[in-house]
């Protein structure tokens, strides 16, 4: 299996823009988590899925986020507009009812400018 | 309001020796208990786990301790290698949902 995959990789972009990251769970994984990583607040839970439906979006710090889920293979998580605050580093990551415990991707390391 | 906690940023340690990095949680109902590692430029693996009818739970150079009552954990690793500086993260789960919730991380550097 290739794991949780993730892109792009990095993405640089300027203040008000939209940004749209990309995740692809492992095949069979029935949740779907995103999360933030900053140094004030460590891995940030904002949003989950359990079987393509939005469980808990409670992390989501705005309205300029929103997140999709629209088939058990594909996630993505939007940023519009963006703002120099949201830099950070962005993990998906995948799981199944049955496993405590999570599966990273590489993450996304987002820089606002 | 952080549910778990890290309070240790960073650790040194010398090659050959224990490492000790801990953790603490406030909410009682949590019942197992992760340690991740994660490299720079890469996502957080799994590392070792404890559910919390243990209190102990050991993966060759790696312990996992539980202390309910403290509402406390800790990782030891012994001996402490160079390959094992990272970023550790603690994190917890209730049995409700598959939802963990992770500490701030603290970073091992171990010194050759």
């Known amino acids: 299996d290739a794991g949780v995959i993730q892109s792009p990789r990095h993405e640089v972009t300027e203040m008000g823009q939209e940004v749209t990251l990309r995740c692809k769970p492992i095949s069979g994984h029935d949740y779907l988590f995103w999360y933030r990583q900053t140094m004030m607040r460590g891995l940030e839970l904002l949003i989950y899925?359990?079987?393509?439906?939005?469980?808990?979006d409670s992390g989501m710090p705005e309205d300029r986020f929103s997140a999709k889920m629209p088939n058990a293979s594909f996630s993505t998580l939007k940023i519009q507009p963006s703002e120099p605050r949201d830099s950070a580093v962005y993990f998906c990551?995948?799981?199944?009812?049955?496993?405590?415990?999570?599966?990273f991707g590489s993450g996304t390391r987002l820089t606002v400018v | 309001d952080q549910q778990v906690k890290q309070n240790s940023p960073s650790l040194s340690v010398q090659e050959g020796r224990i490492s000790i990095l801990n953790c603490d949680y406030t909410n009682s109902m949590f019942d197992y208990f992760l340690w991740y590692k994660k490299y720079p430029a890469e996502g957080p693996t799994f590392l070792i786990s404890?559910?919390?009818?243990?209190d102990k739970n050991e993966d060759g150079r790696f312990t996992v301790f539980l202390n309910k009552s403290a509402k406390h954990l800790s990782l030891h690793i012994v001996p402490s290698q160079p390959g094992d500086s990272a970023v550790y993260f603690c994190a917890a789960s209730a049995d409700t949902g598959n939802q963990f919730y992770f500490g701030t991380g603290t970073s091992l550097t171990v010194i050759p």
């Open positions: 990551a995948s799981s199944f009812i049955g496993t405590r415990g999570y599966t």
């Open positions: 404890i559910s919390s009818i243990k």
């Open positions: 899925f359990n079987n393509n439906v939005p469980i808990d």
